[in-house]
């Protein structure tokens, strides 16, 4: 390096006169004398005076070629630091201008939901958000003086009306529709018998109006700034989250927490209603992308919590994923949360779904409770409300996941909580962080045997890995059909449910509905329910039901005959989570079979059953598509009843690789029984709660009537199953 200047010649003392006359000379600094300057600058880049003496007097220079020398190397440092921020500053205006590209693109191709009109002519296509603001509170204005005059005729708010839907005149018959001799637009037309709408599905506001390009923006801020409060959720400790003495768990102080997020309309302050708080974590053996995948589709997000999830829909997509991916994505959707009991309301929310991915391998999903005026069907539940509450997925190595969750709710119970599920409900853990991620972890490892080619604890039953999955999914079928008829949501397709007593202290729930889609009979299908308490530990209970050799003591179809395993598929670690193919014996019909999948796991347990005809089976077996085989299951759900200790998951926090082994040992040992019998589950030490659920055919025949008498035969059939239950167990008292 060459440094040149007043002081950067080796006559550095001659006089000025002669400097100007003179040719400059320029000294070349030694490689010793440039490392021991380099060092110096990294130390201390503004040397005193001092320092340059001492330097002087080491390198054989003079103070003013030192001096000169540290302010040349400023100089450098900073045009390099310069340099540096304009390329990243390029580099961030060139990723500006292609999605302003993008933006304009779009905006090309832009309809308006409200009058279809395309874009504006030009290229200045911004809004006056100001003057929005403005004429939108104009409009709500105009709304209201409207809504207040057509209530006065209408006789009930407008809120309370039906959305409208479209009518296509050409696809009715209207030799079949009933009007009352009012015409078609009466109070008195059944939107519910008109072509388009889903009997599964409630009517939804959104449904049948755009989304305001300025209701998206707001969304959108909303759904960042519950992201940031989920955030410090996730990753704070005390004071925010205490450990609980008792168990173990975190408990939100609710003092830290409205220091940290105060709200200005006074949620917390209102005496009625509950807060429900929890965060967990867990291991699950999926990568952060797939995840992300299911949690972003609806329909997956079903599939993946079959026994808490019973309706989810997405209203609507407010914004996509950046460059093909997830993050930035912005769903409105529609869900229903359950426990799978007659006697717990279901849950229904409307609310935002955000996803960001954090940096490489780290994703964050939001949800937040987006409120509008709803039928008086869903108020009558009482008011759930979903605070910001979420996950936070990192990749681990081989496939696997760390997941933090965070469960946040507002409960407003307008009905008192039944007193078996008080203590459930009250400590968090029927709608609780432990729930999702013990759910979360037992279908992960679900998906992992479903995708996996191991046939060989089949007993050779099952030929091919084709017909293991297809099994799986005619049992993931059958399990998803069995939570959803327990359900007590308005939108699982039930058209109506009376209360039975006599049985116990708690009743019989009879609900029909009328079955029109594909893999479930066609006609009127009866379900049946009820709830029971018994002393005796969750685990207990779902070894009683998994074992085919105690089927005689309590399923009265049978008729008491023994039942074999015929075929055997595991899916999961635990030796309990596992599809049977059993075949009753002495029985006059050899050609059905039972299809059962029993589950487990910390939160509670499921066993469902269905008879299948052979032919069906072998079909499923063979690896053909089982959607069409209809299925009509029966069967129990365990849950511990909220006064024992806390069940222990198995590698909760543990050894990945030993989760891994376990899981993999599972879903290819021919002794998964055996060797999961040593994997040490913990049990619960409390009592259970039993849901004893039954679906049975009344007709074929969509247009037939229920009676009382098919009442009466589910009934005693429920009755009839809890007596021999509870003679089994010795709990006949």
Known sequence: MEYGGGGGGSGGDHDSADSHTRKKRYHRHTAHQIQRLEATFKECPHPDEKQRLQLSRELGLA????????????????????????????????????????????????????????????????????????????????????SSIAAK???????????????????????????????????????????????????????????????????????ANALEE??????????????????????????????????????LKNPNLRIEASRDSSVVIMNSSSLVDKFMDSSKWVELFPTIVS??????????????????????????????????????????????????????????????????????????????????????????????????????????????????????????????LATLQRMCERFACLTGTSTRDLGGVIPSADGKRSMMQLAQRMVNSFCTSISTSSSNGHHQQTTLSGLNELGVRVSFRKNTDPGQP??????????????????????????????????VLSNGNAVQEVAHIANGRHPGNCI?????????????????????????????????????????????????????????????????GRVEQLGRGGDVEAVAAAVMAASSSSNAQAAGGEMGMGIGMGGSLITVAFQILVSSLPSAKLNMESVATVNNLIGTTVHQIKAALNCSR
């Open 522 to 555: 066609n006609g009127v299908v009866l379900s049946a329910a009820t709830t029971i308490w018994l002393p005796i530990s969750p685990q207990n209970v779902f070894n009683f039901f998994k074992d085919e050799r105690n089927r005689p003591q309590w399923d």
């Open 63 to 146: 103070p003013r070629q030192i001096k000169f020398w540290f302010q040349n190397r400023r100089t450098q440092m900073k045009a390099q630091h310069e340099r540096a921020d304009n390329c990243a500053l390029r580099d961030e205006n060139d990723k500006i201008r292609c999605e302003n590209i993008v933006i304009k693109e779009a905006l090309k191709n832009a309809i308006c939901p409200s009058c279809g009109g395309g874009p504006p002519i030009g290229e200045d296509s911004y809004f006056d958000e100001q003057k929005l603001r403005v004429e939108n509170a104009q409009l709500k204005e105009e709304l209201d003086r409207v």
């Open 311 to 436: 309706v989810a829909r997405t209203i609507e997509v407010i914004s996509s994923g950046i460059l093909g991916t997830q993050s930035g994505s912005l769903q409105l959707i529609y869900g229903d949360l359950q426990v799978l009991s007659p006697l717990v309301p279901t849950r229904e929310f409307c609310f935002l779904r955000y996803c960001q991915q954090m940096e490489q391998g780290l994703w964050a999903i939001v949800d937040v409770s987006h409120d509008f005026p709803r039928d008086g069907q869903f108020a009558s539940q009482g008011r759930c409300h979903r605070l910001p509450s979420g996950c936070l997925i990192q990749d681990m190595p081989n496939g696997y996941s760390k997941v933090t969750w965070v469960e946040h709710v507002e409960i407003e119970d307008k009905a008192p909580i039944h007193r078996l599920y008080r203590d459930l409900i009250h400590s968090g853990l029927a709608f609780g962080a432990e729930r999702w």
């Open 580 to 644: 049977s193919v059993l075949r009753a014996f002495n029985t006059s019909q050899n050609n059905m079979l039972i299809l059962q999948e029993s589950c487990t796991d910390s939160s509670g347990s499921v066993v469902a059953y269905c008879p299948v005809d052979l032919p069906s089976i072998n079909r499923a077996m063979s690896g053909e598509d089982p959607s069409y085989i209809p299925l009509l299951p029966s069967g129990f759900t365990i849950s511990p009843d909220g006064g024992g």
């Open 153 to 223: 005729y209408i006789g009930r708010p407008i809120s309370q009306l039906p959305p409208v839907q479209p009518i296509h005149v050409s696809s009715l018959d209207l030799s079949m529709a009933s009007f009352g001799g009012q015409g078609m637009a009466g109070p008195s037309l059944d939107l519910d018998l008109l072509p388009g709408c889903s009997s599964t599905i409630p009517n939804l506001p959104f449904q049948a109006m755009g989304i305001s390009e300025m209701d998206k923006s707001l969304m959108a801020d909303f759904a």
């Open 230 to 267: 989920l955030l410090r959720l996730l990753q704070t400790n005390e004071p925010l989250w205490m450990k609980s003495p008792t168990d173990g768990r975190d408990v939100l102080n609710l003092e830290s927490y409205e220091r940290l997020f105060p709200r200005t309309n006074n949620h």
